[in-house]
């Protein structure tokens, strides 16, 4: 991976090329027993029409995609690329 | 509702053990169990697709006060692609089919586990978040600067 494929990192160099800053985040992350890890990882904020109701399914993923860009709004980022 | 707790990561995790449920954390919550940093909101599973499977599943949600209709454990019995739950005491999307994965035997042959959890090896976290949508594949490159970290650390483990 090259430095110009990165996001949010301004150094590359210690192992092949992976981000200094990136290397001891997951240092860090490892020290953290998992139960600790779980706690900073999972977050809950409201998201408009997504969470209005209690139960959906879909027959395909592609139809799941299709009802995200055609309901949600575009900030939530549910948008295709 | 709030944040999935651990707490609740254990209880789901006992009950499809109890239930004989085939299931594994994918997307980003597979990939936080293996200890990559970042967030999330919701608990991923990607689950066999067979009738049993399903069954199994439903009667575990259940045990776990998820209120499901019985159309709704229908859906999940059938294997519907994408099911998203949150009439539960914490939200989950269960995944039959996710892109970038063609079997859930290949999966299972690759997983990892961590504390008990079935998680998906990164590979098949990867190939299905490169599918996914922007906002996704935008922590791409790190969530692979992960993967070779984590290789690399997994080899060095006895």
Known sequence: MGADSTRGATSTGSRNDIPREWIEEFEAAARRPLAKRFRYAFIKTYKPVMDDAPF????????????????LPSWLGYGRV | MGAFEYRQAEEIRDAFDRHGVRYLFIGKSGAILLGFPDTTQDADLFLDKTPANGRAAVAALRQLAFALLVDEAADIERGKDFVQIKSGPFDVDLIFSPDGIERF?????????????????????????????????????????????????SAKSP
Do not use: K, M, Q
């Not at chain 2, 990892?112 to 079935?118: M, Q, T």
């Not at chain 2, 299905?128 to 490159?141: D, F, I, N, Q």
């Open chain 2, 105 to 153: 035997e290949d999966a299972w042959r690759r997983h990892i586990d961590v504390e008990g959890f079935r998680v998906c090896h990164l590979d098949d976290i990867i190939a299905r978040e490169a599918t996914g949508r922007a906002e996704v594949r935008e922590s791409l490159p790190r969530l692979r600067a992960f993967r070779e970290y984590w290789l690399r650390n």
């Open chain 1, 56 to 71: 959906r399914a879909f027959d395909t993923t592609a139809d799941y995609r299709r009802w995200c860009e055609e309901n």
